[in-house]
């Protein structure tokens, strides 16, 4: 089972940038995609963006889309989430995610990282 690891969350001020990275190993042949879920304090996990391996093709959640960017390094097994003009709105903890589809559901992704903190401070 692939195994995936976040890092890069810290402590920004609003309207600053921050990029997660998120390491994958042990990869196969059906953990074809990789996606970013976010977890706000009191409220569910939501999906913000995915990335297939193959191709390259991504997926946005519409509000994420524009200030959040998603892409890959196939040789370093790395998926990065690009994050700009934060505010203090997206302070959650960032959770890296592997499945074997592009999907919304938290349930449609097998594997999980242990999640990133990231504090946008006003």
């Known amino acids: 089972q692939v195994h995936v690891v976040e890092s890069g969350g810290g402590l920004v001020q609003a309207g600053g940038s921050l990029r997660l990275s998120c390491r994958a190993s042990?990869?196969?042949?059906?953990?074809?995609?990789m996606a970013w879920f976010r977890q706000r304090p009191g409220k569910e996990r939501e999906f913000i963006a995915a990335?297939?391996?193959?191709?390259?093709?991504?997926l946005y959640t519409d509000s994420m889309k524009g200030r959040f960017a998603i892409s890959r390094d196939n040789a370093k097994n790395t998926v990065w989430l690009q994050m700009n003009s934060l505010q203090p709105e997206d302070t959650a903890v960032y959770y890296c995610?592997?499945?074997?589809?592009?999907?919304?559901?938290?349930?449609?992704?097998?594997?999980w990282g242990q999640g990133t903190q990231v504090t946008v401070s006003g």
């Open positions: 995610a592997a499945g074997s589809y592009m999907r919304y559901g938290v349930n449609e992704y097998n594997s």
């Open positions: 990335i297939r391996w193959v191709g390259g093709r991504t």
């Open positions: 042990g990869r196969t042949i059906d953990d074809a995609a």
